[in-house]
């Protein structure tokens, strides 16, 4: 894949932005959107099954992925799809609780994996797409043990020192990944 790309001339609705993809197991593409009321909506989702050209109408809020009006990061690994984005807990405020989500039922339904970073603002995630390899102790830098462990991880803007408009450091977190259908 990938050797061709073409231009969606596709609207996905009134002043969304920052949107990611994903594709789900069935082969169609997800789009998560950034939006002005995404602390009261919930995360835009829409879904095409033919490769961008047209996406499901209207747009979907999801309640389950409230956060401050943010980027979102999202990926598929092995039939699980991942949202990394700050959360509502419980009211949004600074862009606080950046939060992993996860579906294994191609974005039906979102369950919390967990918090990544929750004092001060974190946020602008880059969710990594596979299995990391472990440096274990003993290990060269940059040599890996012999086998891969099932973690994924997150890039993102760190909170911080306290009273920081702007988050001056990048901080990397590894999750652990789960098969569909499983805890």
């Known amino acids: 894949g990938g050797e061709s790309w073409t231009t969606s001339n596709a609207t996905l609705g009134p002043k969304m932005d920052e949107a990611a993809l994903a594709q789900l197991s069935n082969g169609s593409i997800l789009i998560a959107m950034r939006h002005k009321a995404l602390p009261r909506l919930g995360r835009a989702l829409a879904a095409s099954d033919d490769d961008g050209a047209t996406w499901t109408s209207p747009i979907t809020y999801d309640s389950a992925l409230k956060g401050d009006v943010c980027q979102g990061s999202l990926v598929s690994f092995g039939g699980v799809v991942y949202l990394a984005s700050p959360a509502c807990r419980p009211t949004c405020a600074n862009r606080a609780n950046l939060t992993l ?55 993102f803007e760190g909170p911080g020192p306290a009273g920081a408009v702007l988050p001056p450091h990048i901080e990397f977190a590894r999750f652990p990944l789960r098969a569909r259908g499983g805890g």
Do not use: H, K, M
């Open 101 to 155: 989500f996860s579906s294994a039922d191609d974005a039906a339904t979102w369950q919390t994996e967990r918090v990544i970073s929750s004092p001060g603002s974190a946020g602008y995630s880059c969710l990594v797409t596979g299995a990391l390899l472990r440096n274990g102790a003993g290990d060269a830098p940059g040599e890996a043990d012999e086998a891969t462990v099932p973690e994924g991880g997150v890039l």
